[in-house]
């Protein structure tokens, strides 16, 4: 199994950045997909940004050019910089991993853009 625990949210002014990270309790070079999804209150789920083991990456069309996903090995880390952030980047921000053909969530942390 895989257990993945979130940090960096917070409060932010619009324009604003903030970095998110997930630390994996495996090699994240042994899990075939790590990334972040978003969720506001009465709104569905969704995915914001994926990274592959061989390094490919995926955004979502609202995000693309203001948000970054990266890797650390050394700290079995990944990382969301997030850029330029606007009202509607609100959320609770879930760090995913897949695994074995298994999903696996941390326990979410919360983003607010707010002036």
């Known amino acids: 199994q895989v257990q993945l625990v979130e940090s960096g949210g917070g409060l932010v002014q619009p324009g604003g950045s903030l970095r998110l990270s997930c630390a994996a309790s495996k090699n994240i070079f042994s899990i075939n997909v790590m990334g972040w999804y978003r969720q506001a209150p009465g709104k569905q789920r969704e995915s914001v940004s994926v990274?592959?083991?061989?390094?490919?990456?995926n955004y979502a069309d609202s995000v693309k050019g203001r948000f970054t996903i990266s890797r650390d090995s050394a700290k079995n880390t990944v990382y969301l910089q997030m850029n330029s952030l606007k009202p509607e980047d609100t959320a609770v921000y879930y760090c995913?991993?897949?695994?074995?053909?298994?999903?696996?969530w941390g326990q979410g942390t919360q983003v607010t853009v707010s002036s």
């Open positions: 995913y991993a897949n695994f074995w053909a298994s999903d696996y």
């Open positions: 990274v592959t083991r061989s390094g490919s990456t």
